[in-house]
């Protein structure tokens, strides 16, 4: 690239930051998306993530890493399930904003809200499945939320993040007993406590092409509201919508015992790439995962009070 005179660079730099301040899409905000992607890609590059698969445990690891750089802490919960293939170890990585470190009562204190998706990838015999957007994309979009609610500890600190295995059932179709095994172990630890948190947002297939959200129609009202009015606000609302039918995923263990749980889903069934190989990189834009990142960190700006 020619160099410029030093002038003629400075007087570049302050017209790109003063358009920065007038577009919604300059590169300055779309950084955010493109940090998404970048976590994203690193997590489909460790393989297929079915639970108790070496690449799951990676991931979980590359997730540690990354939230510690911003302060964030992370407890790995162990539990056992029976599935349709046996008994399987499944592990949900909770995370908490100490920028000192873990202390005893870390995991005791309330919390205000919960920001979860899940980090498994379906389990299939027949075909190599990434699982991009379902939901590897949720993830990284929730890392890079992390990074920038470390910014406002007071208000981090209101927050728990969850990283559900086992939302995919290991047979090839959910049933009651068969799927969501993060989720309702998760939610069983809530409900025996007193204070629970007063909201959960939640994050899955969320990064594709031509974003299309459509959240289900048993969507905590107020929840759902504030969504498609922070959406409006940022010019986004295009891409969000209510569905006729109610969606079954990892919020429905949480809305089971009263945290009003919002599920941020895809609109997978009108898709091509919905749990199959397709569903890799090349389905995923750092567009929009920039819009469903500034669209959640718009809720959980009026959602977390600050202190
Ligand atoms: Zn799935």
Same mark, same amino acid.
């Given at each position: 690239?020619?160099?410029?005179?030093?002038? @003629? $660079?400075?007087? &570049?730099? +302050?017209?790109?930051?003063?358009? &920065?301040?007038?577009?919604?899409? &300059?590169?300055?905000?779309?950084?955010?998306?493109?940090?998404?992607?970048?976590?994203?890609? @690193?997590?489909?590059? /460790?393989?297929?993530?079915?639970? $108790? =698969?070496?690449?799951?445990?990676? @991931?979980?690891?590359?997730?540690?890493?990354?939230?510690?750089?911003?302060?964030? +802490?992370?407890?790995?919960?162990?539990?056992? $399930?029976?599935?349709?293939?046996?008994?399987?170890?499944?592990?949900?990585?909770?995370?908490?904003?100490?920028?000192?470190?873990?202390?005893?009562?870390?995991?005791?204190? #309330?919390?205000?809200?919960?920001? &979860?998706?899940?980090?498994?990838?379906?389990?299939?015999?027949?075909?190599?499945?990434?699982?991009?957007?379902?939901?590897?994309?949720?993830?990284?979009?929730?890392?890079?939320?992390?990074?920038?609610?470390?910014? =406002?500890? $007071?208000?981090?600190?209101?927050?728990?993040? +969850?990283?559900?295995?086992?939302?995919?059932?290991?047979?090839?179709? /959910?049933?009651?007993?068969?799927?969501?095994?993060?989720?309702?172990?998760?939610?069983?630890?809530?409900?025996?406590?007193?204070?629970?948190?007063? /909201?959960?947002?939640?994050?899955?297939?969320?990064?594709?092409?031509?974003?299309?959200?459509?959240?289900?129609?048993?969507?905590?009202?107020?929840?759902?509201?504030?969504? /498609? %009015?922070?959406?409006?606000?940022?010019?986004?609302?295009?891409?969000? %919508?209510?569905?006729?039918? #109610?969606?079954?995923?990892?919020?429905? #263990?949480?809305? @089971?015992?009263?945290?009003?749980?919002?599920?941020?889903?895809?609109?997978?069934?009108?898709?091509?790439?919905?749990?199959?190989?397709?569903?890799?990189?090349?389905?995923?834009?750092?567009?929009?995962?920039?819009?469903?990142?500034?669209? +959640?960190?718009?809720?959980?700006?009026?959602?977390?009070?600050?202190?």
């Amino acid at each position: 690239m020619p160099r410029l005179p030093l002038a @003629a $660079a400075l007087l &570049c730099g +302050v017209l790109i930051t003063l358009s &920065c301040g007038l577009l919604s899409h &300059c590169g300055k905000q779309s950084s955010r998306g493109q940090a998404a992607y970048v976590h994203t890609e @690193a997590i489909l590059a /460790f393989g297929p993530r079915p639970p $108790a =698969s070496e690449a799951l445990g990676k @991931a979980r690891a590359y997730l540690t890493t990354t939230l510690a750089q911003n302060g964030w +802490v992370t407890q790995e919960r162990e539990f056992t $399930a029976f599935t349709p293939k046996g008994q399987i170890t499944f592990v949900n990585l909770v995370a908490r904003h100490s920028p000192h470190g873990d202390s005893s009562d870390l995991w005791n204190k #309330p919390v205000t809200g919960i920001l &979860c998706a899940h980090l498994d990838s379906k389990l299939f015999d027949d075909q190599i499945f990434l699982g991009a957007d379902d939901a590897a994309s949720a993830a990284a979009a929730i890392l890079e939320l992390a990074a920038g609610l470390s910014k =406002s500890p $007071a208000r981090a600190q209101q927050l728990e993040l +969850v990283f559900f295995d086992g939302e995919e059932s290991i047979g090839p179709q /959910f049933t009651d007993r068969d799927g969501l095994y993060g989720s309702r172990r998760y939610a069983s630890d809530w409900r025996r406590q007193d204070l629970k948190p007063k /909201f959960g947002l939640l994050l899955d297939m969320i990064g594709h092409k031509n974003l299309s959200i459509k959240i289900p129609s048993d969507s905590p009202e107020d929840l759902a509201d504030l969504l /498609f %009015r922070v959406a409006r606000a940022e010019g986004e609302e295009n891409h969000f %919508r209510k569905g006729p039918t #109610p969606i079954l995923d990892d919020h429905v #263990p949480l809305n @089971a015992i009263s945290i009003p749980t919002l599920n941020i889903v895809g609109d997978f069934a009108a898709t091509n790439w919905w749990h199959n190989s397709r569903d890799n990189l090349d389905n995923i834009s750092p567009d929009s995962l920039d819009t469903t990142i500034r669209v +959640v960190h718009a809720m959980l700006d009026n959602l977390l009070p600050t202190p």
